[in-house]
């Protein structure tokens, strides 16, 4: 079985600080990992992912993540936030194994100027 | 490049009517495709995934129903909507390389 968590409703930053969503996973096997990004009344869009390699990917929009296996965590950063990240962000986890991804509850991330 | 669409945009349905919702993808072969629901802005719920043509898995038990009649067409039906039907649809794609999944921009489902 396979299971994702998004220990946080709701991220609130000031624009220009670094921000962090976080995500922990549960799978039997190996993981693969992607976090993407849904604006109001819109369909999710792919950000990055992890399937091997390095732990630490970068994605679109200034994105990164990095894999810790040890803590099974998949924490989304961006060093510098902008008003416009503020959206619904959402991980996702797939055994390597499996047919189909989950994904975990969402966090809506606001920037404040 | 590869497109999603779905259509319609927005439909109000009343109860117990039917349900056709299609999605359709260009540019990409033998994708997995994948009817997501979510409700209330919030988290989704898988309803079915395609491998291939005819080969639909079933997420959760309930009164829709998927098809996959051509390669890159994606069909969810319902044949008497009930009011918890409503929600946001979803439709994906992804193919077995990559695994990441493109959603389309999804129809706004309100059962009145």
């Known amino acids: 079985a396979q299971s994702v968590a998004q220990p946080e409703d709701q991220v609130n930053v000031a624009e220009g600080n670094p921000l962090t969503v976080k995500c922990t996973y549960s799978?039997?096997?190996?993981?693969?990992l992607f976090w993407y990004v849904q604006y109001p009344n819109r369909g999710l869009q792919f950000l990055l992912k992890y399937i091997t390699g390095d732990n630490l990917v970068k994605g679109s929009y200034g994105f990164e993540a990095e894999f810790n296996k040890s803590q099974t965590s998949f924490h989304l950063k961006k060093p510098s936030a902008l008003v416009s990240d503020s959206a619904l962000y959402f991980c996702a986890v797939r055994d390597t194994n499996a047919g189909k991804s989950t994904f975990g509850d969402g966090t809506t991330l606001t920037v404040k100027p | 490049s590869q497109t999603i669409h779905q259509w319609p945009a927005t439909l109000v349905q009343p109860v117990g009517s039917p349900l056709s919702l299609e999605c359709t993808v260009e540019?990409?072969?033998?994708?997995?495709l994948y009817w997501y629901r979510q409700a209330a802005g919030r988290g989704l719920q898988l309803l079915f995934y395609s491998v291939g043509i005819g080969q639909i898995s079933s997420e959760v038990p309930q009164n829709l129903s998927a098809s996959r009649p051509q390669d890159r067409q994606f069909i969810l039906s319902s044949k008497k909507l009930l009011l918890s039907d409503s929600g946001f649809y979803l439709c994906a794609w992804s193919v077995i390389s990559t695994y990441e999944q493109y959603f389309g921009p999804g129809t706004r489902l309100t059962v009145t």
């Open positions: 540019g990409t072969s033998n994708p997995n």
């Open positions: 799978v039997s096997g190996n993981p693969y």
